[in-house]
Every structure is written in C-alpha cells, then in structure tokens.
C-alpha cells in the first residue's frame, strides 16, 4: 500500500500537488463504446473542444507506444499514461492491452492509468493486475439504478441491447462487483462521477458514502459536460454551475476524499492538467525522439522535480503560513481566483490564462477549491478588446473577491473593479501570496469596521 500511495506523489490527477508539476498523456487507442451516456457524443477530429471523448487522432497500440517515448523522451514529467477514449478502453480490450502490455516493456518507469464505464470491467481483473496497471477510474454516476436510468440511453451486454432499468441494474452490479475485485488485488480506484443538476445532484452523497465504505482512494465529481447533438443537448438540459458543484462538493466532502482539479480532459491530452501541449509530431522527429528515450535521464529529472516539489512544501510549512491563519480569529472567508501556468506559482498573465484556479481563505487556513475553465481574454488572433469574454470571465469568478495574476492590462482591471472583484498583480508561490493578502484583507476589513 506504501507503493501505491508513492505513486500516487508522481500522478496528477491522484495528487493535487502533484498537479502542478506532473504530467499526464492520453493515448486515443479505443474508439468504440458499449453503452450509451445520455451527455455524450464522440468525435474523433475536434482540436477546438476540450471534454472526454474528443480526440484529433485515433492510434494503433504501436503507433500510441511509440508516441509514448517520443512525448516521454521530450518531456520528463510526464509520468502517467492513461486510456480513456474517445470510447470505453475495456470495450476496445485488443487495443487497450496491447498498448499497456509494449508500454510496460518499452517504458517502464511509467505509470498505467485506465479510465471505464465498469461495464465490462470484471471480465479484465486479471488482465489489469498482470500488467501492474496502477490507476483504474470508474465513471459511477448513480448507486440507484431508478437514477442510473435517466442517465443511460443503452447499455450492450453479451450481444443484447438493454434499456431503461434492466440496463441500469446490469451497469450498476458489473461496475460494483469489479471496484470490489479490483480493490481486492491492491489497485487504486478513482470515482468520477458527473454532477447533472435535477438528476443525481442530491444522490452524489449516497455515491460518495457507497463508495468510501467500499475503499475508493479518492471520489471525483465532475460538473456536467453537454456535448453538441448528444440527447441532452437535444432535449436542452442544463449544465452544472459552479454554485452548484461546489454545494455538492462542500456535502460530500465528509463522505470521501475529493479530487476537487480535474479538468475534464480529452482522450488525447497531453501535459499538465491545466497545459495540455497540442503534440504535433512530424514520423520523422516522432522515431528520433522515440529512440532516445531514457529511463536513467528521465530518473534524473523526476529526481530534480521531486526537489522542487520539496522546496515549495518546506517553504509554505517553514513560514506556518496556516498557522498564522488560525490566528486571524478576525478574518471574514474570502475566494481568490489565481492565474497560474503551473509549479504552484502565480505566473500567468491575466490575457493569457485559459483558467484560474479557486482558493479559500479563511481563518481555517488556505484550500484549493477547484479550477473554472474560461476562454483567455487575449487570444493570438484577435485584439484583446472582447467586452463578452470579460463579461463571461467576470461571471464564472463573480463568487471571488480577489483576483491574482501576474500582470492585468488596464481596461479588464477597471472592468473587473466595476464588478466588484480586486484585481492583484505579483509573483511567487501561490499561498505565500495568498496569505500576503490575507494580511491585507484582514487591515482593510479593521480599518471600516474599526469595532470589530
Ligand atoms: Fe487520464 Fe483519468 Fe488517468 Fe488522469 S485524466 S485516465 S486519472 S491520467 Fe484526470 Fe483528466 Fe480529470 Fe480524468 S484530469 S478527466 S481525472
Ligand atoms: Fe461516452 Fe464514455 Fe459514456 Fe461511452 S462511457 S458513452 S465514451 S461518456
């Protein structure tokens, strides 16, 4: 267990320090899918969108390995390796196996992750524990299958095509029984479950207890993603807003360890969680980079990453920045959206942030709440001078106090002033600045209500 918990320091989407340093990739080997999710459609040749089941490519096992060691090779944080898509992997088992088993012979030193429905999962333990795959998510969106079929359109199981509950139970019981199986072998198991307002809104505490009392690592709840010409789109279902997500999160909380940074990434994704790098490789630079691979090189650099990881830890701990916090019996909780290109550092320049992460401060210290997506307020084609997009900026943070960058043009600063939000311009570790303002808050707060 001390392993798998070790692991777990170098994968992104397990750790959410982790996150800021390390990175995924995604291998878009299993196209097809054997049920039917009522939020999803999949498209195989979509750059612009960014959500589960969207891939540019679709690739062999061999051509997803050698990527594999090309992308590796190049970039020597990448320390995990998932499928999960654009289909179901355990639907497309030839393809998924296939590409595990060279990975774990050509690399190694990377982590294995797989992401199901659970629809089929029982019939692939063995297969799952014999490749050491390290990481298995399971998409459980409802423990009451009288919820589960409003989510389902179909399910495919042994050659028949079940609807309504009878589909619904089938997905429940198979994905039950392999989590139990899967946990019984000493994998880690990651819930995700997406929160769709009005259907399983007010069961995902149930999701959360089941869970955790079934031994899940951690329960991910991603807020409803609708895609173009899926049945939801058609019958004009709303998506999960982020008072919504974040009520959700606050009651399930107790229930489960939450993964509160998922970003709903693409089955092709490559980079850190919040950097995904558009990999364009021409054949030629692919089997250079390919054969260059180096497990002692890229040990040497996770070793160098480990250290920073470590630096940034003994700074925040050594200053007590939550303690000091605790002190502040005076402080109101406030929100604090923070532009960063990762490291756990504000760097990022307002114009150029595609998402901002949330934090919490309050007299309980400071917490990472979760991370809101937006279109970047400058873009390479188009002058910054968008009114709606700092519209719809301003709305998605209208829950912040505070926002904090690295640098912020004139006229969203006025902008965001007249919507009541701060905005801040500085450098460095992310809670010792959060904590600087903190300070500051807590003098501006004293000086108009001196009787406090
Ligand atoms: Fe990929 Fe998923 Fe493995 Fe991570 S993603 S298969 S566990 S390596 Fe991560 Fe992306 Fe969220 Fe998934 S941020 S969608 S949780
Ligand atoms: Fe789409 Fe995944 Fe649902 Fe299959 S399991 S329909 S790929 S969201």
């Given at each position: 267990?001390?392993?798998?918990?070790?692991?777990?320091h170098?994968?992104?989407?397990?750790?959410q320090?982790?996150h800021?340093?390390f990175?995924?990739?995604?291998?878009?080997?299993?196209?097809k899918?054997?049920?039917q999710?009522?939020?999803?459609?999949?498209?195989?040749?979509c750059?612009?969108?960014?959500r589960p089941?969207?891939t540019?490519?679709?690739?062999t096992?061999?051509?997803a390995?050698?990527?594999?060691?090309?992308?590796?090779s190049?970039?020597?944080?990448?320390?995990?390796?998932?499928?999960?898509?654009p289909?179901?992997?355990?639907?497309?088992?030839?393809?998924?196996?296939?590409t595990?088993?060279?990975?774990?012979?050509?690399?190694?030193d990377?982590?294995?992750?797989?992401?199901t429905?659970?629809?089929?999962?029982?019939?692939?333990?063995?297969?799952?524990?014999?490749?050491?795959?390290?990481?298995v998510t399971?998409t459980?969106?409802?423990?009451?299958?009288?919820?589960s079929?409003?989510?389902?359109?179909f399910?495919?199981w042994?050659?028949?095509?079940?609807?309504?509950?009878?589909?619904a139970?089938?997905l429940l019981q198979?994905?039950l029984?392999?989590?139990?199986?899967l946990i019984?072998?000493?994998?880690?198991?990651?819930?995700?479950?997406?929160?769709i307002?009005?259907?399983?809104?007010?069961?995902?505490?149930?999701?959360?207890k089941?869970?955790?009392?079934?031994?899940?690592?951690v329960?991910?709840?991603?807020?409803?993603?609708?895609?173009d010409?899926s049945?939801?789109?058609k019958?004009d279902?709303?998506?999960?807003?982020?008072a919504l997500?974040?009520?959700?999160?606050?009651?399930s909380?107790p229930?489960?360890?939450?993964?509160?940074?998922?970003?709903?990434?693409r089955a092709?994704?490559?980079?850190?969680?919040?950097q995904d790098?558009?990999?364009d490789?021409?054949?030629?630079?692919?089997?250079?980079?390919a054969q260059?691979?180096?497990?002692?090189?890229?040990?040497?650099?996770?070793?160098?990453?480990d250290?920073?990881?470590?630096?940034?830890?003994?700074?925040?701990?050594?200053?007590?920045?939550n303690?000091k916090?605790?002190?502040?019996?005076?402080?109101?909780p406030?929100?604090a959206?923070?532009?960063?290109s990762?490291k756990?550092?504000?760097?990022?320049h307002?114009g150029h942030?595609k998402?901002?992460?949330?934090?919490?401060i309050?007299?309980?210290?400071?917490?990472?709440?979760?991370?809101?997506k937006?279109?970047p307020?400058?873009s390479?084609?188009?002058?910054c001078?968008?009114?709606?997009?700092?519209?719809?900026?301003?709305?998605?943070?209208q829950d912040?106090?505070?926002?904090?960058c690295?640098?912020?043009?004139?006229?969203?600063?006025?902008?965001f002033e007249?919507k009541?939000?701060?905005?801040i311009?500085?450098q460095?570790?992310i809670?010792?600045?959060l904590?600087?303002?903190?300070?500051?808050?807590r003098?501006l707060?004293?000086m108009?209500n001196?009787?406090?």
């Amino acid at each position: 267990m001390a392993d798998l918990i070790a692991d777990t320091h170098h994968h992104p989407c397990y750790d959410q320090e982790a996150h800021h340093f390390f990175a995924r990739m995604h291998v878009a080997v299993a196209p097809k899918c054997n049920i039917q999710c009522k939020y999803c459609n999949r498209k195989y040749d979509c750059v612009n969108e960014s959500r589960p089941g969207v891939t540019s490519e679709l690739l062999t096992p061999e051509a997803a390995s050698q990527k594999v060691l090309a992308v590796g090779s190049l970039m020597k944080n990448v320390t995990v390796v998932g499928i999960a898509g654009p289909g179901d992997p355990l639907a497309n088992p030839e393809n998924t196996f296939r590409t595990f088993s060279l990975l774990r012979k050509q690399a190694p030193d990377m982590q294995l992750c797989l992401s199901t429905n659970g629809l089929v999962l029982n019939d692939y333990i063995d297969e799952i524990s014999q490749l050491k795959i390290n990481h298995v998510t399971i998409t459980v969106n409802a423990v009451d299958p009288h919820i589960s079929e409003e989510i389902y359109q179909f399910v495919r199981w042994r050659n028949k095509t079940l609807h309504g509950l009878e589909a619904a139970e089938r997905l429940l019981q198979n994905q039950l029984e392999g989590i139990e199986k899967l946990i019984q072998r000493g994998i880690l198991v990651k819930i995700n479950s997406v929160l769709i307002p009005d259907v399983n809104d007010r069961h995902m505490v149930e999701i959360s207890k089941q869970m955790k009392s079934m031994g899940v690592f951690v329960h991910n709840i991603m807020p409803l993603l609708i895609a173009d010409g899926s049945i939801y789109h058609k019958a004009d279902m709303a998506p999960a807003s982020p008072a919504l997500l974040a009520e959700v999160q606050r009651q399930s909380q107790p229930e489960a360890p939450l993964m509160r940074h998922c970003r709903q990434c693409r089955a092709d994704a490559v980079g850190t969680l919040g950097q995904d790098r558009n990999i364009d490789l021409t054949e030629e630079r692919l089997a250079t980079l390919a054969q260059s691979y180096s497990i002692e090189e890229r040990a040497q650099a996770l070793a160098n990453i480990d250290e920073k990881v470590a630096n940034r830890k003994r700074i925040i701990e050594g200053q007590g920045l939550n303690a000091k916090l605790h002190q502040m019996t005076d402080l109101s909780p406030f929100f604090a959206a923070v532009a960063s290109s990762g490291k756990g550092m504000i760097n990022e320049h307002f114009g150029h942030a595609k998402e901002f992460q949330i934090y919490e401060i309050s007299q309980n210290g400071i917490h990472y709440m979760t991370t809101r997506k937006i279109d970047p307020f400058c873009s390479e084609t188009e002058s910054c001078v968008d009114e709606d997009r700092l519209l719809n900026i301003a709305k998605s943070l209208q829950d912040c106090k505070y926002l904090v960058c690295q640098n912020i043009g004139n006229e969203p600063k006025l902008f965001f002033e007249s919507k009541q939000i701060k905005t801040i311009t500085t450098q460095g570790l992310i809670e010792q600045e959060l904590f600087r303002l903190a300070e500051k808050e807590r003098e501006l707060d004293l000086m108009e209500n001196p009787q406090r």
